[in-house]
């Protein structure tokens, strides 16, 4: 090893300063040197055996102390002699003196380096000491000073070299994970948690908090501030903190604000407790004053017994923060989200008349806000639940809006079946215009409005939704609600109306898929509601205006744009239905397969005649279904149109046929006058005169065509002759002459009679 690394390992002295003193400067030097070639087995016996094989043999530090000391004084000594006897000669004797002036200074670092070996050993010593006697924060603050004076030591070069720096450093290691461990069960004995199910379902958790010494005295207070304090040093405070909040938060805070837990404090011989109980199922929110104090208590229980406690945290300026400050800046911005959300937001009314109560609650806001402020939890800048409660008109605003949405959705969702029937009003009157007092409008300067009579918008007699209803009312009042509220709130009620009409065109649809998809009476009522919502919005916004804010009533506000968007789901909720309808009626009399084969083999007709009553059926279902559902004029349009798909399918399947034998016509005579018989009473309505059997001849297509059908495949050519009398008769207005030409090559034989017959259809 060379002469710095063996002076740094140990310096041992064997003389003393009375006879360095008479030693010229390089008898000195030379003297150090020798005394530090000795000192090199004392070194390792020294602290070599103590750190790197864990011996319990060790020297007096206390004399190692003193003779680096008077070592370092012999040599501050020997550096005025070089300055007084040596600079002159440097300069002239370069040569000469230089290597002395080396040497020098190789003992002067090799003498620090062995105090700051001994330092370290002292205050590890002192550490190890301090523990004993629970002294945590100052075993910390040595191992802190430690760790610097070894990471000052490994970036020289001289001790960097140095084999007994890495076992120091690994002896840092032990000792702080061993001071952390001693503390972190101090701190898990201090504060213990205890979770138990009751036998009624409830769940409570007790927070028990034992006191570190007198609970009356501060003692006990500095004992846990040392100990947080040696955390602190260590680097382990902050992540106990974040464990004490996510508790706190996960077992007290969020129970008291969801559920309102009940809380109870207990004083102990031993400390304190804090418990929390959770009842069991389902509970209504609590109210704002209940949380406002449950959380009270707790947070001034924990200040009390636990947070109060203050940590330094910056030793150079002694600046101290309380335990509860420290939690405030982990946990306090989750902490007022939560309470905002669930407490504040819950405890906004929903309509302006409970808006008074609220006052309450505010001012219960800014004495729990001035509480959590005095205790540290809050610093003075943070003021989100006080600006929350005191902007309560938009807060008003935007829960009664959602709240009214709410309400729209829960009606939409709600059974279509449950039905009320509505009739229109029998009045000769003129249109009503209200006033902004809400009263009738005597004189208005609208030309229309003096033309138009009361029961111009008179929805026809049909059926709709009870909750539809009720959404009507909905509407209704929250228009009321706009008129007598400010113009910023009025706008957004007037705008939740408008959202309401738009909801409703997603919510139904799919709300109601299978339904509307599978049951005819939902596509009709679904109908129904729809048009009769897109009524109302047609002079919603009109009826509405001179009551409305002054503010608002220059604007264009009206609800007619919707009433379009209604009327289109309307239609394509119902044709949606009806398509789905005319494809099983086609695919019953395809199933039935009797047609294709009825011509030259009556074999099939008991086939066909069964898919015949399946159509009919169908149709009478429908017909029970819709005919008081529907308005009139939709019922009758409808079953005309499927009743139209099914004549226009039979129509083209008979023509088509190619060979129909004498007994096959009579067996499709038969076939056709059982559809024949019983379509037209699909047309009356029980209990409504201006309904009758005859509309089907208005309300289906190719129905003319198809009773002239029934009547060729009776005749005979000389009548079939007579009933095209020369493209004139009924045979010629509902037959092209291809369809007529191919009906009799179908019915009769080709004969000369025939092909005169044929001759003459043209």
């Not at 002159?88 to 230089?98: L, M, P």
């Not at 529907?630 to 399918?649: C, Q, R």
Request: charged fraction near 25%; hydrophobic fraction near 40%; include cysteine.
């Amino acid at each position: 090893m060379s002469l710095v690394a063996d002076v740094v390992a140990s310096i041992r002295s064997r003389g003393g300063r009375d006879k360095s003193a008479k030693l010229g400067v390089e008898g000195q030097l030379e003297e150090l040197v020798k005394r530090a070639e000795e000192a090199r087995v004392g070194v390792f016996q020294a602290l070599g055996s103590r750190y790197s094989k864990l011996t319990t043999a060790l020297h007096d530090t206390t004399q190692l102390h003193e003779r680096v000391g008077s070592a370092l004084e012999e040599i501050s000594n020997l550096h005025n002699t070089i300055e007084e006897e040596l600079v002159n000669g440097v300069k002239g004797s370069v040569g000469e003196f230089g290597a002395l002036v080396r040497r020098w200074r190789e003992v002067q670092v090799g003498l620090e380096a062995a105090g700051t070996i001994l330092n370290i050993h002292t205050l590890f010593d002192e550490a190890h000491n301090a523990q004993l006697n629970y002294g945590f924060l100052t075993t910390a603050k040595n191992l802190a000073q430690v760790e610097l004076l070894l990471r000052e030591a490994s970036e020289k070069e001289v001790e960097g070299e140095l084999e007994i720096i890495v076992t120091l450093q690994e002896e840092l290691l032990v000792r702080r994970t061993q001071l952390a461990y001693t503390i972190g069960e101090i701190w898990c004995e201090t504060i213990k948690w205890d979770d138990e199910h009751l036998n009624d379902g409830s769940r409570s958790v007790t927070l028990l908090i034992h006191s570190t010494g007198d609970k009356s005295s501060v003692n006990g207070l500095a004992k846990l501030q040392n100990m947080l304090g040696a955390f602190y040093l260590l680097g382990e405070l902050q992540r106990r903190i974040t464990g004490l909040g996510k508790n706190l938060m996960k077992h007290f805070f969020a129970p008291i604000i969801n559920y309102g837990a009940e809380v109870k404090v207990a004083e102990r011989s031993d400390g304190y407790t804090l418990r929390v109980t959770q009842p069991s199922g389902p509970v209504k929110k609590p109210p704002a004053t209940m949380v406002f104090s449950n959380l009270q208590q707790v947070f001034l229980m924990l200040h009390r017994t636990l947070l109060i406690t203050k940590v330094e945290t910056d030793e150079e300026n002694g600046e101290e923060v309380s335990l509860m400050q420290l939690l405030g800046k982990e946990i306090g911005e989750e902490f007022t989200e939560l309470l905002i959300k669930e407490c504040l937001a819950e405890a906004v009314p929903c309509n302006r008349a409970q808006l008074e109560e609220f006052e309450v609650v505010k001012r219960i806001t800014e004495d729990f806000q001035k509480f959590l402020c005095e205790k540290g939890f809050y610093g003075a800048q943070d003021k989100s639940i006080i600006e929350y409660a005191a902007n309560v008109d938009v807060v008003f605003s935007n829960k009664a809006c959602a709240h009214i949405l709410e309400r729209a959705r829960e009606l939409m969702k709600r059974p279509i079946h449950d039905t009320v029937c509505i009739t229109p009003i029998e009045t000769n009157d003129s249109l009503i215009i209200q006033d902004e007092t809400g009263r009738k409008l005597e004189k208005s300067t609208l030309r229309l409005e003096k033309l138009l009579a009361a029961k111009t918008f008179n929805l026809p007699k049909c059926q709709i939704s009870a909750s539809i209803c009720e959404l009507i009312e909905l509407i209704y009042e929250t228009m009321e609600e706009a008129c007598n509220s400010s113009p910023q709130y009025a706008g957004r009620l007037f705008y939740t109306v408008r959202n309401i009409l738009t909801l409703y065109c997603h919510v139904v649809p799919t709300a109601h898929a299978h339904t509307l998809a599978t049951l005819p009476l939902q596509a009709a009522v679904v109908h129904n509601n729809s048009m009769y919502l897109a009524h109302h919005s047609l002079l919603l916004g009109h009826q509405y205006k001179n009551r409305l804010p002054v503010a608002l009533r220059d604007n264009t506000i009206i609800t007619v744009d919707l009433s379009q968007q209604l009327r289109k789901m309307a239609t394509t909720t119902f044709l949606k239905a009806m398509q789905g309808h005319r494809v099983a009626l086609i695919d019953s009399l395809r199933d039935s397969a009797g047609f294709e084969n009825i011509g030259c083999n009556t074999s099939g007709v008991n086939k066909a005649q069964q898919g015949m009553r399946q159509v009919l059926h169908q149709l009478q279902l429908l017909h029970r279904v819709w005919q008081n559902v529907l308005p009139h004029d939709v019922y009758t349009k409808a079953i005309g149109t499927l009743v139209g798909s099914v004549v226009e399918e039979v129509v083209v399947r008979v023509v088509g046929l190619e060979d129909i034998s004498a007994d096959a016509a009579l067996a499709l005579i038969t076939l056709l006058n059982l559809l024949k018989d019983n379509i037209p009473p699909l047309f009356q309505v029980e209990g409504d005169a201006r309904t009758s059997p005859g509309d089907v001849i208005r309300r289906v297509r190719l129905w003319g065509k198809f009773c002239e059908l029934i009547v060729i495949l009776g005749a005979s050519l000389r009548d079939i002759l007579d009933r095209w009398a020369d493209g004139k008769g009924p045979l010629a207005q509902e037959f092209t002459p291809d369809e007529a030409k191919q009906l009799i090559r179908a019915l009769f034989q080709n004969t000369d009679r025939r092909a005169q017959v044929l001759a003459r259809i043209k």
